[in-house]
Protein backbone atom coordinates (compact mmCIF):
# COMPACT_ATOMS: atom_id res chain seq x y z
CA UNK A 1 0.00 0.00 0.00
CA UNK A 2 1.36 3.47 -0.93
CA UNK A 3 1.93 5.48 1.68
CA UNK A 4 -0.27 8.43 0.55
CA UNK A 5 -3.14 8.42 -1.48
CA UNK A 6 -2.69 9.31 -5.50
CA UNK A 7 -3.15 12.97 -5.56
CA UNK A 8 -1.18 13.75 -2.86
CA UNK A 9 1.60 11.78 -3.63
CA UNK A 10 1.60 13.53 -7.10
CA UNK A 11 1.25 17.35 -5.21
CA UNK A 12 4.80 15.81 -3.27
CA UNK A 13 6.10 14.84 -6.53
CA UNK A 14 5.52 18.11 -8.01
CA UNK A 15 6.48 19.94 -5.07
CA UNK A 16 9.86 17.91 -5.23
CA UNK A 17 10.49 19.20 -9.14
CA UNK A 18 11.58 22.57 -6.81
CA UNK A 19 14.96 22.90 -7.62
CA UNK A 20 16.14 25.04 -4.69
CA UNK A 21 14.18 25.94 -0.84
CA UNK A 22 13.45 29.58 -2.54
CA UNK A 23 11.22 27.61 -5.08
CA UNK A 24 9.66 25.27 -2.78
CA UNK A 25 8.55 28.26 -0.66
CA UNK A 26 6.70 30.00 -3.23
CA UNK A 27 5.33 26.95 -4.88
CA UNK A 28 4.20 26.42 -1.47
CA UNK A 29 2.90 30.25 -1.33
CA UNK A 30 0.91 29.49 -4.93
CA UNK A 31 -0.40 27.23 -3.48
CA UNK A 32 -2.09 28.97 0.08
CA UNK A 33 -3.08 31.73 -2.44
CA UNK A 34 -5.89 29.34 -3.68
CA UNK A 35 -7.48 29.37 -0.26
CA UNK A 36 -11.12 29.74 0.71
CA UNK A 37 -12.85 30.02 3.75
CA UNK A 38 -15.05 27.65 5.02
CA UNK A 39 -18.55 28.63 2.95
CA UNK A 40 -21.17 29.92 5.17
CA UNK A 41 -23.66 26.73 4.18
CA UNK A 42 -21.02 25.06 6.35
CA UNK A 43 -20.26 26.75 9.47
CA UNK A 44 -20.24 31.11 10.08
CA UNK A 45 -18.84 32.86 12.94
CA UNK A 46 -18.29 32.06 15.76
CA UNK A 47 -17.27 28.65 14.75
CA UNK A 48 -17.72 26.22 17.33
CA UNK A 49 -14.18 25.02 18.96
CA UNK A 50 -14.87 21.73 18.26
CA UNK A 51 -13.29 22.23 15.26
CA UNK A 52 -10.74 23.91 16.18
CA UNK A 53 -7.55 22.16 15.41
CA UNK A 54 -5.82 21.59 18.69
CA UNK A 55 -2.05 23.19 19.27
CA UNK A 56 -2.55 25.08 16.01
CA UNK A 57 -1.50 28.62 16.55
CA UNK A 58 -2.66 29.81 13.05
CA UNK A 59 -6.44 29.39 14.48
CA UNK A 60 -7.40 26.45 12.26
CA UNK A 61 -10.57 24.95 11.71
CA UNK A 62 -11.29 21.58 10.15
CA UNK A 63 -15.02 20.63 8.70
CA UNK A 64 -15.87 17.70 6.54
CA UNK A 65 -19.02 17.52 4.87
CA UNK A 66 -20.46 14.05 3.41
CA UNK A 67 -20.85 13.47 -0.26
CA UNK A 68 -23.49 12.24 -1.97
CA UNK A 69 -20.23 9.67 -3.41
CA UNK A 70 -19.82 8.11 0.20
CA UNK A 71 -17.04 10.26 0.87
CA UNK A 72 -15.97 13.50 2.43
CA UNK A 73 -14.89 17.01 1.86
CA UNK A 74 -13.11 19.11 3.26
CA UNK A 75 -13.70 22.40 4.42
CA UNK A 76 -11.12 25.05 6.33
CA UNK A 77 -10.81 28.67 8.06
CA UNK A 78 -7.43 30.31 9.05
CA UNK A 79 -8.31 32.46 11.62
CA UNK A 80 -4.51 34.02 12.29
CA UNK A 81 -3.79 36.71 9.67
CA UNK A 82 -0.45 35.58 9.31
CA UNK A 83 -1.15 31.66 9.27
CA UNK A 84 0.07 30.94 5.85
CA UNK A 85 1.75 27.89 6.23
CA UNK A 86 -1.86 26.92 7.75
CA UNK A 87 -3.95 28.46 4.19
CA UNK A 88 -1.14 26.08 1.93
CA UNK A 89 -1.78 23.23 4.69
CA UNK A 90 -5.96 23.34 4.18
CA UNK A 91 -6.00 23.81 0.55
CA UNK A 92 -3.26 20.57 -0.09
CA UNK A 93 -5.65 18.84 2.06
CA UNK A 94 -8.65 19.63 0.72
CA UNK A 95 -7.58 19.25 -3.01
CA UNK A 96 -6.00 15.89 -2.98
CA UNK A 97 -7.93 14.22 0.07
CA UNK A 98 -11.51 15.26 -0.35
CA UNK A 99 -13.51 13.04 -2.13
CA UNK A 100 -10.41 9.71 -0.93
CA UNK A 101 -12.33 6.93 0.71
CA UNK A 102 -12.16 7.20 4.16
CA UNK A 103 -10.78 4.80 4.80
CA UNK A 104 -7.68 5.93 2.82
CA UNK A 105 -7.73 9.33 4.91
CA UNK A 106 -7.24 7.48 8.07
CA UNK A 107 -4.34 6.49 6.88
CA UNK A 108 -2.92 9.30 6.04
CA UNK A 109 0.47 10.15 8.00
CA UNK A 110 0.84 13.30 10.06
CA UNK A 111 4.49 13.35 9.06
CA UNK A 112 3.37 14.12 5.35
CA UNK A 113 4.26 17.67 7.03
CA UNK A 114 7.41 17.60 6.93
CA UNK A 115 7.34 16.15 3.22
CA UNK A 116 5.76 19.27 2.51
CA UNK A 117 7.51 21.85 4.32
CA UNK A 118 10.40 20.46 4.97
CA UNK A 119 12.66 19.52 8.43
CA UNK A 120 13.48 22.90 9.32
CA UNK A 121 9.68 23.93 10.54
CA UNK A 122 10.34 24.63 14.16
CA UNK A 123 8.44 22.08 16.61
CA UNK A 124 5.17 24.49 17.12
CA UNK A 125 4.69 24.83 13.64
CA UNK A 126 4.79 21.39 12.43
CA UNK A 127 2.61 20.57 15.61
CA UNK A 128 0.29 22.59 14.09
CA UNK A 129 -0.05 21.35 10.97
CA UNK A 130 0.64 18.08 11.94
CA UNK A 131 -2.98 18.52 14.15
CA UNK A 132 -4.30 19.56 10.60
CA UNK A 133 -3.86 16.41 9.07
CA UNK A 134 -5.26 14.38 12.69
CA UNK A 135 -8.44 16.65 12.72
CA UNK A 136 -8.61 14.96 8.53
CA UNK A 137 -7.89 11.52 9.86
CA UNK A 138 -10.31 11.63 13.09
CA UNK A 139 -13.08 12.68 10.56
CA UNK A 140 -12.54 10.55 8.31
CA UNK A 141 -12.75 7.36 11.83
CA UNK A 142 -16.12 9.07 12.47
CA UNK A 143 -17.61 8.74 9.18
CA UNK A 144 -16.63 5.05 9.68
CA UNK A 145 -17.60 4.59 12.73
CA UNK A 146 -20.81 6.13 12.15
CA UNK A 147 -21.56 3.17 9.87
CA UNK A 148 -21.14 4.80 6.55
CA UNK A 149 -19.92 3.03 3.93
CA UNK A 150 -16.41 3.39 2.78
CA UNK A 151 -16.25 5.01 -0.57
CA UNK A 152 -15.35 2.16 -3.43
CA UNK A 153 -12.05 2.97 -5.36
CA UNK B 1 0.04 52.21 22.72
CA UNK B 2 2.33 55.39 23.32
CA UNK B 3 5.25 56.39 21.66
CA UNK B 4 8.30 54.32 22.53
CA UNK B 5 10.05 57.59 24.01
CA UNK B 6 6.91 57.98 26.49
CA UNK B 7 6.72 55.00 27.79
CA UNK B 8 9.93 55.39 30.60
CA UNK B 9 11.79 52.63 29.29
CA UNK B 10 15.76 52.83 30.62
CA UNK B 11 16.90 52.76 26.77
CA UNK B 12 14.84 53.44 23.58
CA UNK B 13 18.11 52.59 21.21
CA UNK B 14 17.42 48.86 20.48
CA UNK B 15 13.61 49.46 20.32
CA UNK B 16 12.00 51.33 16.73
CA UNK B 17 8.19 52.10 16.39
CA UNK B 18 6.84 50.82 13.25
CA UNK B 19 6.28 54.53 11.95
CA UNK B 20 10.18 55.35 12.61
CA UNK B 21 10.88 52.63 10.02
CA UNK B 22 8.52 53.79 7.68
CA UNK B 23 10.30 56.75 7.65
CA UNK B 24 13.85 55.21 7.16
CA UNK B 25 12.99 52.72 4.73
CA UNK B 26 15.50 54.32 2.85
CA UNK B 27 17.99 55.03 4.91
CA UNK B 28 21.50 53.02 3.24
CA UNK B 29 22.61 52.75 6.99
CA UNK B 30 20.30 50.25 8.11
CA UNK B 31 19.38 46.81 6.86
CA UNK B 32 15.71 45.95 7.71
CA UNK B 33 15.58 42.04 9.02
CA UNK B 34 12.26 39.64 9.07
CA UNK B 35 13.31 36.48 11.53
CA UNK B 36 9.83 33.92 11.88
CA UNK B 37 8.87 30.95 12.83
CA UNK B 38 6.86 30.52 9.41
CA UNK B 39 8.99 29.82 6.78
CA UNK B 40 6.36 31.13 4.34
CA UNK B 41 5.98 34.26 5.20
CA UNK B 42 9.19 36.45 4.40
CA UNK B 43 8.82 35.32 0.68
CA UNK B 44 5.19 35.53 0.82
CA UNK B 45 5.40 39.74 2.06
CA UNK B 46 7.88 41.64 3.55
CA UNK B 47 9.29 45.25 4.50
CA UNK B 48 10.57 46.95 1.17
CA UNK B 49 14.08 45.94 1.53
CA UNK B 50 13.93 43.32 4.23
CA UNK B 51 16.29 40.92 3.79
CA UNK B 52 15.63 36.88 5.87
CA UNK B 53 17.63 35.55 8.69
CA UNK B 54 16.22 31.95 9.38
CA UNK B 55 16.64 31.01 12.96
CA UNK B 56 17.28 27.37 12.21
CA UNK B 57 19.56 27.73 8.83
CA UNK B 58 21.44 31.10 9.61
CA UNK B 59 21.74 31.23 13.33
CA UNK B 60 22.13 27.37 14.24
CA UNK B 61 25.36 25.65 13.71
CA UNK B 62 24.35 22.81 11.10
CA UNK B 63 25.42 20.30 12.83
CA UNK B 64 26.17 20.77 16.83
CA UNK B 65 23.50 22.27 19.36
CA UNK B 66 25.17 25.67 18.94
CA UNK B 67 25.63 28.59 17.57
CA UNK B 68 27.05 29.40 14.41
CA UNK B 69 30.51 30.47 14.73
CA UNK B 70 32.58 33.45 13.44
CA UNK B 71 32.86 32.66 10.11
CA UNK B 72 29.04 31.81 9.84
CA UNK B 73 28.23 35.28 11.07
CA UNK B 74 30.91 36.59 8.64
CA UNK B 75 28.96 34.69 5.51
CA UNK B 76 25.59 35.55 7.10
CA UNK B 77 26.40 39.56 7.73
CA UNK B 78 28.42 39.67 4.04
CA UNK B 79 25.27 38.06 2.43
CA UNK B 80 23.00 40.83 3.79
CA UNK B 81 24.96 43.19 2.67
CA UNK B 82 25.74 44.21 6.46
CA UNK B 83 28.99 46.06 7.53
CA UNK B 84 30.03 46.30 11.27
CA UNK B 85 28.28 49.69 10.92
CA UNK B 86 25.10 48.68 9.48
CA UNK B 87 22.18 49.30 11.97
CA UNK B 88 20.38 45.49 11.76
CA UNK B 89 16.65 46.46 12.55
CA UNK B 90 14.92 43.04 13.48
CA UNK B 91 11.22 42.57 13.46
CA UNK B 92 8.55 38.78 12.89
CA UNK B 93 6.10 36.62 13.56
CA UNK B 94 4.58 35.91 17.24
CA UNK B 95 5.58 38.65 18.92
CA UNK B 96 9.26 39.07 17.92
CA UNK B 97 9.92 35.93 19.39
CA UNK B 98 12.82 35.19 17.11
CA UNK B 99 13.60 38.51 16.15
CA UNK B 100 14.56 38.77 19.75
CA UNK B 101 16.20 35.92 19.49
CA UNK B 102 18.21 36.45 16.65
CA UNK B 103 19.00 39.71 18.34
CA UNK B 104 20.41 38.21 21.30
CA UNK B 105 22.56 35.77 18.70
CA UNK B 106 23.86 39.25 17.46
CA UNK B 107 25.14 40.05 20.54
CA UNK B 108 27.54 36.97 20.43
CA UNK B 109 29.57 38.51 18.28
CA UNK B 110 29.37 42.22 19.65
CA UNK B 111 27.14 43.24 16.42
CA UNK B 112 25.22 45.93 19.14
CA UNK B 113 24.04 48.08 16.14
CA UNK B 114 20.85 46.28 16.46
CA UNK B 115 17.22 47.25 17.12
CA UNK B 116 14.15 45.39 17.03
CA UNK B 117 11.11 46.72 15.41
CA UNK B 118 8.00 47.32 18.11
CA UNK B 119 4.95 44.77 17.21
CA UNK B 120 6.92 43.14 14.51
CA UNK B 121 5.34 41.97 11.69
CA UNK B 122 2.15 41.71 12.67
CA UNK B 123 1.62 45.28 13.70
CA UNK B 124 3.20 46.87 10.68
CA UNK B 125 0.91 44.50 8.32
CA UNK B 126 -2.50 45.25 10.69
CA UNK B 127 -1.28 49.22 10.05
CA UNK B 128 -1.51 48.46 6.28
CA UNK B 129 1.74 49.39 5.71
CA UNK B 130 3.79 48.16 2.56
CA UNK B 131 5.01 44.40 1.68
CA UNK B 132 6.46 43.61 -1.08
CA UNK B 133 7.39 39.97 -2.21
CA UNK B 134 10.88 40.18 -4.40
CA UNK B 135 13.94 39.31 -1.78
CA UNK B 136 16.16 42.26 -1.40
CA UNK B 137 19.39 41.42 -2.66
CA UNK B 138 22.80 43.73 -1.43
CA UNK B 139 25.96 43.68 -2.66
CA UNK B 140 28.10 41.46 -0.69
CA UNK B 141 30.29 43.34 1.91
CA UNK B 142 33.43 42.29 3.35
CA UNK B 143 32.23 41.63 7.21
CA UNK B 144 34.72 41.16 9.88
CA UNK B 145 33.24 39.39 12.89
CA UNK B 146 35.60 39.39 16.10
CA UNK B 147 35.21 36.04 17.80
CA UNK B 148 31.84 34.89 19.16
CA UNK B 149 32.50 35.77 22.82
CA UNK B 150 29.43 33.90 25.20
CA UNK B 151 30.51 35.69 28.47
CA UNK B 152 28.08 38.60 28.42
CA UNK B 153 24.80 37.38 27.72
CA UNK B 154 25.17 33.33 27.24
CA UNK B 155 25.39 30.83 30.29
CA UNK B 156 26.09 27.42 30.29
CA UNK B 157 24.63 24.34 32.44
CA UNK B 158 27.56 24.46 34.90
CA UNK B 159 27.46 28.42 35.41
CA UNK B 160 23.89 27.59 36.12
CA UNK B 161 24.76 25.01 38.52
CA UNK B 162 26.99 27.63 40.24
CA UNK B 163 23.97 30.33 39.74
CA UNK B 164 21.93 27.97 41.57
CA UNK B 165 23.87 27.22 44.40
CA UNK B 166 25.02 30.73 45.02
CA UNK B 167 20.90 31.59 45.34
CA UNK B 168 20.97 34.01 42.64
CA UNK B 169 17.84 35.05 40.81
CA UNK B 170 16.83 32.91 37.26
CA UNK B 171 13.63 33.54 35.23
CA UNK B 172 11.51 30.81 33.80
CA UNK B 173 9.63 32.39 31.20
CA UNK B 174 7.56 29.02 30.37
CA UNK B 175 4.18 28.18 30.63
CA UNK B 176 2.73 27.75 34.73
CA UNK B 177 2.27 24.25 33.54
CA UNK B 178 5.77 23.39 32.30
CA UNK B 179 6.85 25.63 35.19
CA UNK B 180 5.23 22.89 38.03
CA UNK B 181 6.11 19.95 35.79
CA UNK B 182 2.49 19.39 35.14
CA UNK B 183 3.79 19.17 31.16
CA UNK B 184 6.96 18.16 30.00
CA UNK B 185 7.20 20.63 27.04
CA UNK B 186 5.07 23.12 26.02
CA UNK B 187 1.78 22.54 25.08
CA UNK B 188 2.14 21.38 21.25
CA UNK B 189 5.64 20.88 21.43
CA UNK B 190 6.37 17.28 22.56
CA UNK B 191 9.46 16.36 20.86
CA UNK B 192 11.35 19.25 22.71
CA UNK B 193 10.43 17.85 25.66
CA UNK B 194 12.62 16.13 28.84
CA UNK B 195 12.93 13.49 30.59
CA UNK B 196 11.64 15.50 34.10
CA UNK B 197 9.06 17.93 34.77
CA UNK B 198 9.96 21.34 36.97
CA UNK B 199 11.95 24.04 36.97
CA UNK B 200 15.61 25.11 38.27
CA UNK B 201 15.29 25.43 42.05
CA UNK B 202 14.72 29.03 42.75
CA UNK B 203 13.59 30.23 39.59
CA UNK B 204 10.40 32.58 39.55
CA UNK B 205 8.09 31.62 36.80
CA UNK B 206 7.29 35.02 34.89
CA UNK B 207 6.09 33.64 31.38
CA UNK B 208 7.48 36.05 28.33
CA UNK B 209 3.93 37.26 26.96
CA UNK B 210 3.19 39.17 30.29
CA UNK B 211 5.91 41.77 28.71
CA UNK B 212 3.80 41.81 25.64
CA UNK B 213 0.67 43.88 24.54
CA UNK B 214 -1.94 41.86 22.36
CA UNK B 215 -0.71 43.49 19.45
CA UNK B 216 2.92 41.86 20.32
CA UNK B 217 4.17 45.57 21.16
CA UNK B 218 6.07 45.64 24.78
CA UNK B 219 4.35 47.17 27.55
CA UNK B 220 5.28 50.11 29.60
CA UNK B 221 8.66 50.26 31.91
CA UNK B 222 6.16 50.99 34.67
CA UNK B 223 3.63 47.77 33.76
CA UNK B 224 7.14 46.15 33.26
CA UNK B 225 8.60 47.49 36.70
CA UNK B 226 5.12 46.18 38.23
CA UNK B 227 5.91 42.54 37.20
CA UNK B 228 10.01 42.22 37.60
CA UNK B 229 10.46 43.90 39.94
CA UNK B 230 6.87 44.24 42.36
CA UNK B 231 5.78 41.12 41.97
CA UNK B 232 9.28 39.18 41.70
CA UNK B 233 11.68 41.54 43.35
CA UNK B 234 14.11 41.27 40.74
CA UNK B 235 16.87 44.44 41.07
CA UNK B 236 18.42 45.99 38.21
CA UNK B 237 21.91 45.20 39.57
CA UNK B 238 20.74 41.51 40.02
CA UNK B 239 22.65 38.77 38.08
CA UNK B 240 19.88 37.06 36.44
CA UNK B 241 19.65 33.95 34.16
CA UNK B 242 16.79 33.55 32.04
CA UNK B 243 15.77 30.62 30.43
CA UNK B 244 12.59 28.11 28.64
CA UNK B 245 12.76 25.22 26.24
CA UNK B 246 15.50 25.91 23.91
CA UNK B 247 15.66 29.54 24.92
CA UNK B 248 14.01 31.25 22.29
CA UNK B 249 11.49 32.86 24.59
CA UNK B 250 13.72 33.45 26.91
CA UNK B 251 15.39 35.78 24.61
CA UNK B 252 12.19 37.83 24.68
CA UNK B 253 12.32 38.29 28.15
CA UNK B 254 16.14 38.78 28.38
CA UNK B 255 15.66 42.09 25.76
CA UNK B 256 13.25 43.56 28.15
CA UNK B 257 15.25 43.13 31.02
CA UNK B 258 18.02 44.38 29.68
CA UNK B 259 17.36 46.59 27.26
CA UNK B 260 13.48 48.42 28.35
CA UNK B 261 14.14 48.14 32.55
CA UNK B 262 18.18 48.63 31.95
CA UNK B 263 18.89 45.11 34.11
CA UNK B 264 22.69 45.14 33.94
CA UNK B 265 23.55 41.44 33.82
CA UNK B 266 21.10 39.22 32.15
CA UNK B 267 21.86 36.29 30.91
CA UNK B 268 19.82 33.73 28.55
CA UNK B 269 20.27 30.03 29.02
CA UNK B 270 19.65 28.30 25.75
CA UNK B 271 20.23 25.16 26.90
CA UNK B 272 17.36 25.75 28.91
CA UNK B 273 14.55 23.04 29.85
CA UNK B 274 15.09 20.95 27.34
CA UNK B 275 18.63 20.39 28.89
CA UNK B 276 18.47 20.85 32.07
CA UNK B 277 15.15 18.38 32.45
CA UNK B 278 17.46 16.01 30.76
CA UNK B 279 20.57 15.88 32.75
CA UNK B 280 21.39 13.75 35.25
CA UNK B 281 21.80 14.48 38.75
CA UNK B 282 21.12 18.05 38.92
CA UNK B 283 18.52 19.77 41.28
CA UNK B 284 15.29 20.31 40.69
CA UNK B 285 12.31 21.93 42.11
CA UNK B 286 8.39 21.07 41.66
CA UNK B 287 5.92 21.82 44.00
Known amino acids: MDAYPEKLAMLLEYLDLSGDRDERIQMLIDIASRFKSVPEFIATRPFSKTHLTPACESEAYVWCEELPSQSLKFHFAVENPQGISAKCMAVILDETLSGESASRLARVPGEVVYRIFGKDLSMGKSMGLMGMVSMVQACAKRYLASGHADKRL | ?287
Open chain 2, 1 to 287: MSAIEERGYASTDALVSTEWVSEHLNDPNLRFAESNEDPLLYASGHIPGAVEVDWTRDLNHPLRRDYLDKSGFEDLMRRIGATRETTVVLYGDKSNWWACYAFWVFQLFGHTNAKIMDGGRLKWQSEGRPLVTEAAIYPTTNYQAPDRDDSGVRVFRDQVLEHVQAGRPLVDVRSPAEYTGERLHMEAYPNEGALRGGHIPGAANIPWARAANEDGTFKTADELRAIYTGENNLQAGDDIVAYCRIGERSSHTWFVLTYLLGFQQVRNYDGSWTEWGNLVNVPIEKP
